[in-house]
T-cell receptor
Framework: NAGVMQNPRHLVRRRGQEARLRCSPM?????VYWYRQLPEEGLKFMVY????????ESGMPKERFSAEFPKEGPSILRIQQVVRGDSAAYFC?????????????FGSGTQLSVL | GESVGLHLPTLSVQEGDNSIINCAYS??????FIWYKQESGKGPQFIID?????DKRQGQRVTVLLNKTVKHLSLQIAATQPGDSAVYFC?????????????FGGGTRLMVKP
């Protein structure tokens, strides 16, 4: 019974490159949430998706950031033209509950380092 | 600013003692609260949650207390073990708020001395 799977665990990019972070929710969960965490800080909500739909992207920067959750395959968080300020841990979570942001189960995260 | 905050950034306890981690929130309309444990290099792990219509909820070795009068939330860990060493986050949610999202506090680091 695998939990939320994220890959890669660590991603190093140079400024201006693209970063693609992948997340597979727990079996039976069709709701995915992306959070961002800076060192020694709490998690900040970015985006909430259901299959093929973005439900809430109010926490995601309007430029360079995008997210998708296709009918088949993992959810993808894409950061274009990365800058050093994008360096952070990005966590994905899934929930068995509809549109509740409750009982979120988190993956181990992707640590993005921008050189 | 954040509506969820913590009184103590670091808490050091002796193994076997009880631990109390505190959290203050400012949104009196928040109706759902949750505690997460995060070990180094890992994602947050769900510990326990509580709704605003309750003032206490117990799990295995953990108890969450909610005092709505003073907008205070606490996590009590009984017989603290070295494996409890981690950063603990509280989070709140207001079901009627825009986005319906969890708002996380800054975290408290719990260090358990053997």
């Amino acid at each position: 019974n695998a939990g939320v799977m994220q890959n890669p665990r660590h991603l190093v990019r140079r400024r201006g490159q693209e970063a693609r972070l992948r997340c597979s929710p727990m079996k039976g969960h069709s709701h995915v949430y992306w959070y961002r965490q800076l060192p020694e800080e709490g998690l900040k909500f970015m985006v909430y998706l259901q299959k093929e739909n973005i439900i809430d992207e109010s926490g995601m920067p309007k430029e360079r950031f995008s997210a998708e959750f296709p009918k088949e395959g993992p959810s993808i968080l894409r950061i274009q033209q990365v800058v050093r300020g994008d360096s952070a841990a990005y966590f994905c979570a899934s929930s068995p509950l509809l549109d509740s942001h409750e009982k979120l189960f988190f993956g181990s995260g992707t640590q993005l380092s921008v050189l | 600013g954040e509506s969820v905050g913590l009184h103590l950034p670091t808490l050091s306890v002796q193994e076997g003692d009880n631990s109390i981690i505190n959290c203050a929130y400012s949104n009196s309309a928040s109706d759902y609260f949750i505690w997460y444990k995060q070990e180094s290099g890992k994602g947050p792990q769900f510990i326990i949650d509580i709704r605003s219509n309750m003032d206490k909820r117990q799990g295995q070795r953990v108890t969450v207390l909610l005092n709505k009068t003073v907008k205070h939330l606490s996590l009590q860990i009984a017989a603290t073990q070295p494996g409890d060493s981690a950063v603990y986050f509280c989070a709140e949610k207001w079901s009627g708020g825009a986005g319906n999202m969890l708002t996380f506090g800054g975290g408290t680091r719990l260090m358990v001395k053997p």
